[in-house]
Every structure is written in C-alpha cells, then in structure tokens.
C-alpha cells in the first residue's frame, strides 16, 4: 500500500468502495463488519458516546455522528430525505472522516452510502445472532428498498437465513429485490400483503422508508418467539410498529438517549425498559432466555457502528489500495507561516 504524503488524506470514492466490496465478496465485507462492531461493543464504556447532532425539516434530517476511543476520532456526516425517490434521489447518502486524536490529522475520508448500508445490515445481523431463535433461516422483509438485500445478505452470512418472505407497497421495488438476489441462495416468496409476509417467518426485518408514524406490524400479526428487526423507524417522528408490538417485546436497542428520541421507542414513556445491545454482546445482560420470547431490535444506527466501518476500511486498504490522494491538509515549509505559503505560492504563480 502506498503511503500517503503528510499533507494528503486517504479518500475512498463510492467507485474505489464498489472495487473494494467487489474484491472482498459482500458476504464477507458483511461478516468482517460485524466482527469490527461487536468487537468494539466489547470495549463500549473507553468511547465517547453522545445523540447524534440532528438538523430536521419538514422533507428530512440532516445528522453528524460524531465519537471517540482516545486513540482515533471518527464522524459521518448523513442525511435521511425519505422525498428524493420522488426525484430519483437517494433517500440517505452519507461520507465519514477517521482522525488521528495524538495530532488532529484526518487518516481516511470516505464516501459512506454504500458503506452505512452495509454497516446497517452487519449490526442488525449481528443484535440476530443474540436475539433470534436459535436455527432461524426464515425471515419476512418488509420495505425493499435500498437497505434491503444488504439486510438479507447479512442475515445469510451470519446466521444462514435462506428463506426470505418479502413485501412493499411498491410491487417494482419487490421486484427489484427479487431480480438483484436471484442465484444468491436464496427461496424467495414475493408476498402480496404484510400478513402474507409474515406467515411462517422466525425474523421480521422492517425497513420502509416514510417520514411518519406508520403502522407496518400491529400485534396480531407477532407470534410467540419472534425477532423483530426495526430499521426504518429511526428519526424523530418515523415509526413502524404499533406501541402494542413494543410492549409485549423485550427491547435492544444501541444507545438509549438517541434511540428515545429516534427510535420506536419514542411511542413509550421515557423510562420503559430497554437493554442495550452493548450490554448483551458483553455477557452483562442475556440474549434471546426462552423460545416464546419476543425480542425487538430498535435500530437507529449509532456513531461506534460508522467508527467500526471506517477503522475495517482503513485496515482493508492495506490489501486492496484503491483511493486517492487528496491534498487536504495545508503543510507548509515552517508550521508557524501559513501565510508566507500564500505567498510563495503568489511568487510561483508570477
């Protein structure tokens, strides 16, 4: 791998993150992921943790997610205009930055849409692993949008889900999503309605993408023993599934004080139970305790999990070098005369 000059930066274009996954095989981008996330969910309590710094509008959010482990400083900068498919837009696009804390440098700037999906789907495998029934290999996807054959890929390469159960109210998107899984091991089951969907499915993975409290999942639809895997519902304002859902599920989620504000949990009173899933991979808090337990994963996505993903692809770089030097960073001759640069520069421009 070649190393960068002392005053340029790593950065990782969406066409180098593609060349990257490609390489690497998404399966296991997605599996080496969630390795890095649960390997920092060890070691929780040496981060800086604080709620994402939200913007909102009537059309959207915009969000800095922002943390620290002493040693290296990450953030992501991400947007959620659920609006832009109306005008071909995405809906969530993203780019992150990773500093080095002893001297204030940035070490990589990377594009992060492609890399929040697959971060997305790693942790919300991962949070299965603890929480699903044990031998689960059917799930119903609900929403299949641009997160979803990350979901489904995830929940293959973690817990080999193979039977997937989908629906959306846009039968095109359904039909995308059955197009771009073909030949990847899986049964797919388009479905023509949520309860249609859900028949038969040991995981339930919810992933719209609307700017509303919507009702996806009521409670006569969650069986005994089922993992609810809740994606979309992840800004103030956006839910999914009924309060019913909620109450009779033991609840996961990643950081308390954001998801209350973000989560689905912001449909309950500020001091309902939750566990979070820091907690669980750490052995302080059980998983899934019984076979007719209801476990809900709370997903909103936390600023360790974009760390995790930014720390793989820095380390991931030394085998597969696809970046490009960017001259970000000023150095010039003395570090005291910033403005004699400017001049100098003036003189060679003469």
Known sequence: MMTPALNTVPFVSVEHMMRIVLAVGVERVLADLAGCIEADFRRWESFDKTPRIAAHSLDGVIELMPTSDGTAYG????NGHPKNIRSGRQTVTAFGVLADVGNGYPVLLSEMTILTALRTAATSALAAKYLAPPGARTMALIGNGAQAEFQALAFKAL??????????????????????????????????????????????????????????????????????????????????LHPDVLRRSDIVVEYAPQTRIEGEIQQLPADHPVTELWQIVTGRVPGRREAAQVTLFDSVGFAIEDFSALRYLRATLAAYPFFTELDLLADPDEPRDLFGMLLRARDRAA
């Open 75 to 78: 953030f992501k900068y991400v």
């Open 159 to 240: 817990l080999g889900v193979d039977r997937l159960r989908l629906y959306d109210i846009d039968p095109a998107a359904t039909a995308k999503c059955l197009r771009n899984l073909a030949g990847l091991g899986f049964d797919l089951q388009p479905c023509t309605s949520i309860a249609a969907a859900v028949e038969g499915a040991e995981i339930v993975t919810t992933v719209t993408a609307d700017k509303q409290n919507a009702t996806i999942l009521t409670d006569n639809l969650v069986g005994a023993g089922i993992h609810i895997n809740g994606v979309g519902g992840d800004c103030a304002g956006k839910t999914e």
